[in-house]
Each structure stands twice: as C-alpha cells, then as structure tokens.
C-alpha cells in the first residue's frame, strides 16, 4: 500500500509561483510513474502531468505546457510540480497519484490508470 503526501498549496497572486510536493510512503521500487491531477470546483478531475520515476520521461497537459515543470528528486524520494505564471484558472484542489501497474503512455492522463492518491491540496489563484 502506497500512501502519497502532498504539501504546498496556498494562495498566490496572477503571475506568481508556488511548488507542490508529492512523497510517497515506501520505496519507489514499485512506482511506475508519478502523476498530478487537478479539480476546480463544479468541474471533472482533469490531468496536469506525469513522470515515469525511472528515466523522467514527462508528459503535460496543453493548458499548463510551458508553465508547469513536473520533476523528481530520487535522493528526497519527492515528486514536484512547479507552477509558474499562474492564472485563475488555475485555481483548483491538486492531487498526485501514482501507477504501480502497467503505464501507457497514451493512457497517463487518464484517472483510471493510477492505483494510489494523495488527498489534495489547495491552490488559489487570485486575480
């Protein structure tokens, strides 16, 4: 059983920065790839982006693609996605999630294909 531990929410200004944190439970041996998820409120869960923990291929959403940079620290056993030039729109609970299974990359952006998830955090975008 993996547990996922995400911190670094809050509330930023348009334009501003914030880093989510994402620190699985066990050894990653069994992690295939890392995910963040994001839901704004009245809308679907929708994916942002994904890594696969063994050789760092990434994959994004077009809306966050050039704002958003999805990475791993193996020494801190840490999943990271860095926000950048934030909007409003932006403005959702994130969650991070992870596959232990097979990981298509053709099926990363879909809810389905992730075994374990963190609880959320908050991120506000104000205008």
Known sequence: QVQLVESGGGLVQAGGSLRLSCKPSERTFSILVMGWFRQAPGKEREFVAAIRWSGGSTYYADSVKGRYTISIDNAKNTVYLQMNS??????????????????????????????????????????
Request: glycine fraction near 4%; hydrophobic fraction near 30%; proline fraction near 2%.
């Open 86 to 127: 934030l909007k409003p729109e932006d403005t959702a609970v994130y969650y991070c999630a992870a596959i232990t299974s097979r990981a298509l990359s053709n099926r990363l952006m879909y809810e389905s294909e992730y075994d374990y998830w963190g609880q959320g955090t908050q991120v506000t975008v104000s205008s």
